[in-house]
């Protein structure tokens, strides 16, 4: 969807990247400080000093060696800050409204009931919580009908319930709007989730292109505290298999079991990697409801933990073990283990 | 909104009746602020007489000579000195056979009403603190006080005890209030106050001489040139005389 | 009494007359002043608080020289027949010229504290820079402009230094309050000076209470209560 080619100066270093992204969600990942917010900015035509080419779908955005520099209002790219950043002297409705001038009340529409803000709309800024804010935040890119969305860390700060709740809304906006985004975190497990393809990005330059999973693989052979959050996250569909407070979930070929929330549809369920045990052998009989076959992929040390890999029933789980457990067990990659998960261990995010 | 709106309309407004067909029927004219009383009754008569208007802006002949030659819009100018007015024809800005000099007036000393004071000649100001006189740099009436002044061979003592003030108005106020002990006024001054009391009569002072032009560069020449008539002609000169000034029998020039 | 109301309806349309102006250059300068990180920026900021430093007269002698009928402005205005010094209009210069920097101050203030990434954010969601500028920059600096605004038309009010240059003080013309008041106690009539000046003080206290009633009615809706 988009080509990038572009340098631009930074206090610290020059941010130099080279890169041709086709997915529908990319996501933008690397350490603190390492250009990933400069490069957005970059994209949106907000910052000086850029050259290179930038093209979205064979639009030029620039091309500083033919003079071509289109000025951020004719780009078509919404930008979502950190910060949501909302007007705050606009209502919520006008701060949705703000890019479309006249334009379709479909969009509108669309926007606001995708993101759930209608009972919103007459409020002040101010009086929203952090996860309100962020919701409208993507309304009001949304409705601008931009071409390509940037999100920079729209979920940090927020905590980890919220966090959940606003997660559902950027797979509808993936999904349903078709919207391609292109997406920053430190969050591995968001990353996994949501997105398909990655950069990742040290010190202005690219570390490693490609498929989400190869990225955050190599990522985290590459270790290095980067202040990543890692959490297993899986979205998948409840079904209406349900017995002694538990649900089956079916997520892609697997069918995991958590607890019963009392409906079926759609679902998000997280993991903490502190919670999943690990087996060098088959479990015979064990009390947790999810047993799963794996291979490990990868392991690395962090912060005196060790964080394993593992691909199990064509799901990507991250592992944490202590360093004595680790070694004892001897997980090196390719090593058959077992995985074994409560169903209580699941937290449902939506 | 609507009322802001308006409100900055209605001061917008001309404040005065308005531009060019009326234009003719009012005059500016600047005059010596010793005039004040007096030019104001003549307008008055004038205006039942002919329907034109006059206001005016009463100063320091200084004062006034350096507006007028700055630009400021004045149809005429009354000088209470023959000086300005030269300078201002220096400039061209009026033609000297326009000019009408048949106005006199007389010095005096004035002193609160209630002071005790005596003055018996120039040299008695010496006694005096302090005397306000109206600014002798650049007011006739300050210009005329300091002639009398040099010319009685006391002007060097009484200098450092000079108070000036911006015109002889504000010198008869500035007695009148207490303020001052002394102050050198014209006799029709003397007469508009009644705080103050005559306590020496000038005799042997300078020749005073008002000098009356219009102003060449002004579009109401005609009526500034009638309103001048006026003020010289039978009618004007009754009520100068009545309030205490002298007229000399024929234009000077 | 009507000598009085004529010097106060003077008074008004010369101060409006100044703050008219002054607002949009006023807030446009300090706009540029916020945002421009350039040469020449110091240099700018220094001329335009000039007024402020320098004595009145000294701005009113400066505006004769420039307005003189063979100045450098004045010739211009004579071959266009526009008479501006000794009228109204040149009270309303001395005002706004005075007034100038007393805008420009709080309004520049308002420009950098505000957040500008929220401009930016504006120019992503499809404004060109004028209506970022109009529809954000300029709403969120809104305390700022009002204290000068006020500031502004106080000083338009009470200008006397440089007024008295190059409008004089003519009755019905050009005696604002400012020289009225002075002219009256030079000539002894103290208590029409005092009624002058008591008209002022109303004026002077309707402004800010306005004022005051405006920034508190404006924080409230912002706040999101009623």
Redesign the interface.
């Known amino acids: 969807m988009i080509t990038i080619d572009v340098r631009l100066p930074l206090e610290h270093f020059d941010l130099a990247v080279a890169a041709e992204l086709r997915g529908r969600a990319v996501g933008l990942l690397g350490p603190s400080g390492s250009g990933k917010t400069s490069l957005l900015e970059a994209i949106a035509g907000l910052r000086r000093g850029v050259t290179g080419r930038i093209v979205r779908e064979g639009e030029v955005l620039l091309d500083s060696a033919k003079g071509v520099r289109l000025p951020p209002e004719r780009r078509r790219v919404g930008y979502v800050p950190q910060e949501s950043l909302l007007f705050p002297h606009l209502s919520v409705e006008e701060n949705v409204r703000y890019a479309m001038r006249g334009g379709s009340e479909e969009v509108f529409r669309d926007a606001v009931e995708i993101l759930e803000i209608v009972p919103l709309l007459p409020r002040a800024p101010a009086t929203l919580s952090g996860g309100e804010r962020q919701r409208v935040a993507l309304a009001r890119a949304i409705a601008s009908r931009p071409r390509l969305l940037l999100l920079d860390e729209p979920l940090a700060g927020v905590d980890v319930a919220l966090r959940g709740r606003i997660v559902p809304y950027l797979l509808r906006i993936r999904d349903e709007l078709a919207i391609p985004f292109l997406y920053v975190t430190h969050n591995t497990g968001e990353a996994a989730l949501l997105l398909e393809e990655g950069l990742w990005l040290e010190r202005g330059r690219l570390r490693a292109t490609g498929p989400i999973g190869r990225v955050l693989e190599e990522s985290a052979r590459v270790g290095g505290d980067s202040g990543a959050v890692i959490e297993n996250l899986f979205a998948g569909t409840l079904e209406e298999l349900a017995r002694d407070g538990v649900r089956g979930f079916r997520v892609g070929d697997a069918r995991l079991f958590v607890p019963d929330p009392g409906h079926t549809g759609r679902g998000v369920y997280a993991v903490a990697p502190s919670d999943v045990l690990l087996a060098a052998a088959a479990l015979p009989a064990v009390s947790a409801r999810n047993v799963l076959e794996g291979m490990v992929s990868s392991a690395r040390d962090a912060g005196g933990l060790r964080l394993v890999s593992v691909e199990a029933s064509g799901l990507a789980w991250t592992v944490s073990l202590t360093a004595a457990a680790a070694a004892e067990l001897g997980l090196e990659p390719g090593r058959r283990v077992w995985l074994a998960v409560k169903a209580a261990a699941f937290r449902p995010l939506s | 909104m609507r009322l802001a709106l308006g409100v900055l309309l209605a001061l917008f407004a001309p404040a005065q009746p308005p531009p060019p067909a009326s234009a003719d029927r009012e005059l500016l004219v600047f005059a010596a602020a010793s005039l004040t009383e007096s030019v104001q009754e003549i307008a008055a008569a004038f205006q039942s007489r002919t329907g034109t208007r006059v206001t005016f802006s009463f100063g320091s002949s200084g004062d006034l000579a350096r507006q007028i030659e700055a630009g400021a819009p004045a149809d005429a100018f009354l000088s209470a000195d023959t000086g300005m007015m030269d300078r201002i024809e220096g400039k061209g800005l009026v033609r000297r056979e326009d000019r009408r000099e048949f106005l006199s007036n007389t010095l005096v000393v004035v002193v609160p009403v209630d002071s005790t004071t005596s003055i018996g000649s120039a040299g008695d100001l010496a006694a005096l603190p302090k005397l306000a006189l109206a600014d002798p740099a650049s007011v006739p009436a300050g210009l005329y006080a300091k002639k009398w002044l040099e010319d009685a061979g006391v002007w060097k003592q009484i200098e450092p005890k000079v108070v000036p003030t911006l015109d002889v108005r504000a010198c008869l106020a500035a007695v009148a209030s207490g303020a001052m002990p002394a102050g050198v006024v014209y006799i029709t001054d003397a007469a508009v106050s009644e705080k103050v009391r005559i306590a020496w009569v000038v005799a042997d002072g300078p020749r005073i001489l008002y000098s009356f032009a219009p102003v060449a560069a002004s579009k109401r020449a005609a009526a500034a040139k009638a309103f001048l008539e006026f003020a010289g002609g039978s009618e004007g000169r009754a009520v100068f005389e009545r309030r205490g000034f002298r007229t000399l029998p024929v234009s000077a020039r | 009494m009507s000598a009085d109301l004529?010097i106060v309806?003077?008074t008004?349309?010369v101060a409006?007359?100044a703050t008219l102006v002054v607002l949009p250059v006023g807030v446009l300068a300090a706009w540029w002043l916020a945002r421009w990180r350039g040469p020449g920026r110091s240099l700018v900021e220094t001329m335009l608080a000039l007024p402020l430093v320098l004595p009145p007269t000294a701005v009113g002698l400066l505006l004769?020289e420039l307005l003189?009928?063979a100045g450098a402005i004045?010739r211009l205005l004579s071959g266009l027949n526009l008479?501006v010094?000794?009228?109204w209009k040149a009270a309303a210069i001395a005002s706004a010229v005075m007034a100038f920097p007393l805008m420009v101050r709080p309004v520049r203030t308002a420009f950098e504290e505000a957040?500008p990434?929220?401009t930016?954010?504006?120019?992503?969601?499809?404004?060109?820079?004028i209506?970022?500028f109009r529809?954000?920059a300029l709403?969120?600096a809104?305390r700022g402009i009002l204290a000068g605004t006020v500031l502004a038309f106080a000083r338009a009010v009470g200008e006397f230094g440089a007024t008295i240059l190059?409008a004089?003080?003519?009755?019905?013309?050009t005696q604002t309050l400012a020289l009225a008041i002075f002219h009256r106690?030079?000539?002894?009539q103290?208590a029409e000076a005092l009624r002058l000046v008591a008209i002022t003080v109303a004026i002077a206290f309707v402004a800010l209470w306005s004022t005051e009633l405006l920034r508190t009615r404006r924080s409230r809706?912002?706040?999101?209560e009623p």
């Open positions: 004529s309806l003077l008004l349309r409006l007359a004769l003189r009928p004045g008479e010094l000794f009228t957040d990434r929220l930016s954010l504006a120019r992503s969601l499809g404004d060109g820079p209506r970022a529809r954000i709403p969120l809104w190059i004089g003080s003519i009755p019905g013309r106690t030079q000539i002894g103290d809706r912002l706040r999101g």
